[in-house]
């Protein structure tokens, strides 16, 4: 069974930083692509980083590009997401997701988020 466990979440003030972290079990951490993606209530859920399955390659979103950085360790089944210089539009529920394919990224498999919460 696939699971993705995010942690990290929090409630920081604008400026600030945080360090999400996504633990993967029961699948081949080192074959797949990974994305953070987010969700504000009521909206659709929006890309934000995704790294391939070596961690050579990486993308962003226009709007966390050069403040957000994707990272991983594929000895430790984890992929992270250090975020820098907060805005309280980054304020969401934060997933990590596992897929196919580089770089058009089919997830197949999703954790169950972690809230973000940016204060002005």
């Known amino acids: 069974q696939v699971q993705l466990v995010e942690s990290g979440g929090g409630l920081v003030q604008a400026g600030g930083s945080l360090r999400l972290s996504c633990a993967a079990s029961?699948?081949?951490?080192?074959?797949?692509?990974m994305g953070w993606l987010r969700q504000v209530r009521g909206k659709e859920r929006e890309f934000v980083a995704a790294i391939s399955w070596s961690g050579g390659n990486r993308y962003y979103a226009d709007s966390v590009k050069g403040r957000f950085t994707i990272s991983r360790d594929n000895a430790k089944n984890t992929v992270y997401l250090q975020m820098t210089s907060l805005k309280p539009e980054d304020t969401a529920v934060y997933y990590c997701?596992?897929?196919?394919?580089?770089?058009?990224?089919?997830?197949?498999?999703w954790g169950q988020g972690t809230q973000v919460t940016v204060s002005s």
């Open positions: 029961g699948l081949t951490f080192s074959s797949v692509a």
């Open positions: 997701a596992a897929g196919r394919g580089w770089p058009k990224i089919e997830y197949d498999y």
